[in-house]
């Protein structure tokens, strides 16, 4: 998908929301659990009862990964369900990888080839041969990490050098030199709150993806006014607070009232870029 494409499907759904699907069966209604793949049956419901109201999905590799062969075949099968039934909505395979060259080759090709994802999250700090491997493929995006929603971030993203710069600043910076903001985006978590608008002036252009509101108790409204560009350059990334707003037999129609209300939230703001 182009970043065109991912812009006008923001505008024409009014919505920069992505849905997580972090899919754990130690979570999901136990009534599922019966079914021949109860991953996949919650993913299937998940996504019927968010899809008006997201422009993108993201399974975390882990939570497929975690149970094996079983796993896997759900993500396969979940990736290809958005794909053949929802073709509009992006999908971001968040996997965090990178290595070295030869390897990452092999983990592009994964997420690209074999999987279809449209985007893959990767770790920067095995440098350029790690993530140039993922950039050959066109209209494919690497979603690198910048800024993580979570603690640790101050242990080395926030550090400074002897000059005064962060590691995430140089991060911004140095792969830039490596792509465009057509294949190019960054993490950002929702929980850096003001950092966004230190992050906007080393990358005006790019889109963000953005987890940490929801459970992580980040506010949408402060990545707005610090995050959002002209062309919104935001994917906001609920999981848990979207998938297991209610855990019983009505956790579809909690979905959609959850991925709904924050969809609402979205359009107020995208009023004031898009007329
Ligand atoms: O900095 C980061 C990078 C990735 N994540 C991932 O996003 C989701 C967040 O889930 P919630 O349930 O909405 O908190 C999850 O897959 C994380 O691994 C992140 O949170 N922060």
Known sequence: MTRENLIENIKQKQSFLCVGLDTDLTKIPA???????????FNKAIIDATAPYCVAYKPNTAFYE????KGIWALEKTIEYIRTKYPQQFIILDAKRGDIGNTSEMYAKSAFEHLKANAVTVAPYMGEDSVKPFLIYPNKWVILL???????????????????????????????????????????????G?????????????????????????SLEEVVKYGMNKDCGLLV?????????????KFASAATQEAKKIQQEMAGYLKEIFQ
């Open 31 to 41: 009534y599922l659990l019966e079914e021949e793949d109860p991953i996949y049956s």
């Open 66 to 69: 975690s149970i094996g062969i």
């Open 146 to 192: 910048a800024l993580t929603s979570n603690k640790g971030s101050a242990d080395f993203q926030l550090t400074e050098d002897s000059n005064g710069e962060k590691l995430f600043e140089k991060v911004l910076k140095k792969s830039q030199e490596w792509a465009t903001d057509e294949q190019l985006m960054y993490v950002v978590g929702a929980t850096q």
């Open 194 to 218: 003001s950092m966004f608008a230190e992050i906007r002036k080393y990358a005006p252009n790019h889109f963000l993806l953005v987890p940490g509101v929801g459970a992580q108790g980040g």
């Open 237 to 249: 990334n609920s999981s848990r607070g979207i998938i297991y707003a209610d855990p019983t037999e």
